[in-house]
C-alpha cells in the first residue's frame, strides 16, 4: 500500500464546476503540499499546510491530522486549471517528502 | 518564478554518455533536492544537499552522483546513460524544512 494516496486518478470535469481532489496518507507527517504540474511540466507549488484550511483565489486546502487526510477543492473551474494535481507529504522522521501519484483534471469549456 | 533556475532546459545526447545538469537554488535557501520523472510516471526523489552537505538520499542509481558548491548550487551527474534515464530532472530548494520550490526543469533525451 502507498504512502500517499490520491483519488480520483483521473477527473474531467465542465466549466464551472466545484472540484475536489483527495490525499489520504498513512505516515507521520510534519506539513502537506498541494503541487500542481502543469501539460508542459513545470511544477508549481500550490500550498503547504500543516493544520486547518488555507485559501488562495479559487483554491481551497484543508487538511484532517487526526484522519490523515487533506482535500484540494478548486471553485468555479476553468480549462486553465486543467493540470496534474500532486499531494506530497512532508515526512516529520526525516523531512522527506512522499508524492501521491497525481490527479489528472482536465476542464472542458 | 519560483526563484530556483535550471539549466540547460533541454539536453539531447547519445547512449553512454556522460552529462551534467545545474540547479541554483532560491536566494537563502540552503537545502537543494534533486527529483527524476519519467514519462507518465510520479516524481522520484534522488538525493538532498542541505548546505553542501548530502542529507538525503533516494532512488538515485549508482551512475548518477550529485554535489553543492560553497555557493549553493547543485549538479547533477549523470553518466553512462542509457535510454531509460530519458526524463525531466527537476531540481528544489527549501530553508530545510518547509516548502520546496521547483525549477523549471531540465528535459534529458536519451537517445
Known amino acids: 500500500k502507498n504512502e500517499v494516496e490520491q483519488s480520483p486518478q483521473n477527473l474531467t470535469a465542465q466549466e464551472g464546476e466545484f472540484i475536489t481532489i483527495n490525499c489520504s496518507y498513512s505516515?507521520?507527517?510534519?506539513?502537506l503540499h498541494w503541487l500542481q504540474q502543469h501539460p508542459g511540466g513545470g511544477i508549481v507549488s500550490l500550498f503547504m499546510l500543516s493544520s486547518g484550511k488555507k485559501k488562495h483565489g479559487r483554491l481551497i486546502a484543508t487538511i484532517n491530522i487526526q484522519e490523515k487526510h487533506s482535500s484540494l477543492h478548486i471553485t468555479a473551474s476553468h480549462p486553465r486549471d486543467s493540470a496534474v494535481y500532486i499531494c506530497?507529504?512532508?515526512?516529520?522522521?526525516?523531512?522527506?517528502?512522499?508524492w501521491g501519484a497525481g490527479t489528472k483534471l482536465i476542464i472542458k469549456p | 518564478d519560483s526563484g530556483v533556475t535550471q539549466t540547460p532546459k533541454h539536453l539531447i545526447t547519445a547512449t553512454g554518455q556522460r552529462v551534467t545538469l545545474r540547479c541554483s537554488p532560491r536566494s537563502g535557501d540552503l537545502s537543494v533536492y534533486w527529483y527524476q520523472q519519467s514519462l507518465d510516471q510520479g516524481l522520484q526523489f534522488l538525493i538532498q544537499y542541505y548546505n553542501g552537505e548530502e542529507r538525503a538520499k533516494g532512488n538515485i542509481l549508482e551512475r548518477f552522483s550529485a554535489q553543492q558548491f560553497p555557493d549553493l548550487h547543485s549538479e547533477l551527474n549523470l553518466s553512462s546513460l542509457e535510454l531509460g534515464d530519458s526524463a525531466l530532472y527537476f531540481c528544489?530548494?527549501?530553508?530545510?524544512?518547509?516548502?520546496?520550490?521547483f525549477g523549471p526543469g531540465t528535459r534529458l533525451t536519451v537517445l
Open positions: 505516515v507521520g507527517i510534519s506539513a
Open positions: 506530497a507529504v512532508l515526512m516529520d522522521s526525516n523531512y522527506q517528502l512522499i
Open positions: 528544489a530548494s527549501s530553508d530545510g524544512l518547509s516548502e520546496q520550490f
